[in-house]
């Protein structure tokens, strides 16, 4: 009995992630965050005022990128899900092997190259080819947070540790790449009205990449039989809790994707803060980064799905504010910092309820095992389907209402559809998303029972391998 307590009691530490176990796993999603920051916040405008493209050749770039990284998701976690596993466990070769490829691409999509024929296949190629490699090591890296530890708070925290490291990156993609873009861009050209800057901006925060495979990983893989693509697809989204939960973030997230999406067009064009949206962007990321460990607090504390109301309503005075008042740059960083509040809880709040999901989903299917990377894929994919949209309409709303690339001063129709972009149309898809989540089934008290009963099912699993540990310990 004291030997069988003594197992019982070491297989518990290994569940138990020390902070250097949680840094070394939430470092890996800095560089998809520089990046994809980088991409979302000013590569349209790069393509427009770098590149010199035509804004309607940019737009079909970033529309059919976003477009083709969304597809990429689940075809890569099935694959992932379909993939041997090694001794280096399942997901960490996807990620090593396409690193070196994404950063190649990554610095071609930054690069002018010396012809005009063919320009705009080469972005549109360089920028697909990329997104595919950031997806192979995302997809992977994601799923890795059912591996690292079978308990849920801990798994909790090391979600925490992720979306600081996360966001911490988009501040340095916001800092570096908007200092370069800033002062990179042309100057602008006499348009009809008294606005300054005709730049165009569309940002969509992908989450997460790279990645750490912890020792004990081996210990508790899944096994199960491979199944097909569309067998995946009517697997996971049969289970109606994440079917639920990604119909709330793909509103939440269209809504925040069209706010930050627009708001640095928004602040140059409508505001007239030309010279200083990079560094207002900094501030709404900086407070990001700051409020993430409270939204971790106020979940623990609360629950998760009051942590997602409260984070998704307290960013809807300032959409409110920004475009009810006048142009004043210090007003304007005020409500930029306080709204990066919302912006935290949007980081954080997805990933942290993600892992309940595939629980409860184990707990009702305990033979159906090892299919983490479609449920991470599949979100990943809506999100991004969102980001498509919101690019989307973003881009005909703008064409639409008569903007002027690189104008000094665009008409009116502009300056009223970019308010309806970061405020109004935010606001109604934020709040699609809480009713939806109002249905959500998965309380408090449904995911603690989860949690003691998988502890039950794994008990009984090890209590078949226990002699003979024993006997090894002996």
Known sequence: ???????????????????????????????????????????????????????????????????????????????????????????????????????????????????????????????????????????????????????????????????????????????????????????????????????????????NASARLTNYTNSCRPRSEPMGFFQGIKLVMGHGPYAKLVMVFLFTSLGFMLLEGNFALFCSSTLGFRNDFQNILLAIMLSATLAIPFWQWFLTRFGKKTAVCAGSLSVVPFMILVVCMKSNLIITYIVSFAAGVGVAAAFLLPWSMLPDVVDDFQVQNPDSTGHEALFYSFYVFFTKFASGVSLGISTLSLDFAGYISRGCSQPEEVAITLKVLVSAAPIGLILIGLVILYWYPITEERRQGNRKLLQELRDEADSETDSTELVNMI
């Open 1 to 207: 009995e004291k030997n069988e307590h003594l197992l019982r009691k070491t297989k518990g530490f290994l569940n138990k992630l020390s902070v250097c176990n949680k840094i070394c796993y939430a470092v890996g999603g800095a560089p998809y965050q520089i990046t994809g920051c980088a991409l979302g916040f000013f590569l349209q405008i790069y393509l427009l005022d770098v590149a010199q493209l035509d804004p309607f050749y940019a737009s079909i770039i970033l529309f059919v990128g976003r477009a083709w990284d969304a597809v990429t998701d689940p075809t890569v976690g099935f694959l992932v899900s379909r993939s041997p596993w090694t001794r280096f466990g399942r997901m960490l070769p996807w990620v090593v092997l396409s690193t070196p490829l994404a950063v190649l691409s990554y610095f071609l999509i930054w690069f002018v190259p010396p012809f005009e024929e063919g320009k705009v296949i080469w972005y549109l190629f360089f920028y697909c080819i990329f997104q595919t490699l950031q997806t192979c090591f995302h997809v992977p890296y994601s799923a890795l947070t059912m591996f690292i530890s079978s308990e849920q708070k801990e798994r909790d925290s090391a979600t925490a540790y992720r979306m600081t490291v996360e966001v911490l990156g988009t501040v340095l993609g916001t800092a570096i790449q908007g200092q370069i873009v800033g002062m990179a861009t042309a100057p602008c050209l006499p348009g009809p009205a008294d606005i300054a800057a005709g730049l165009n901006s569309s940002l969509s925060v992908g989450l």
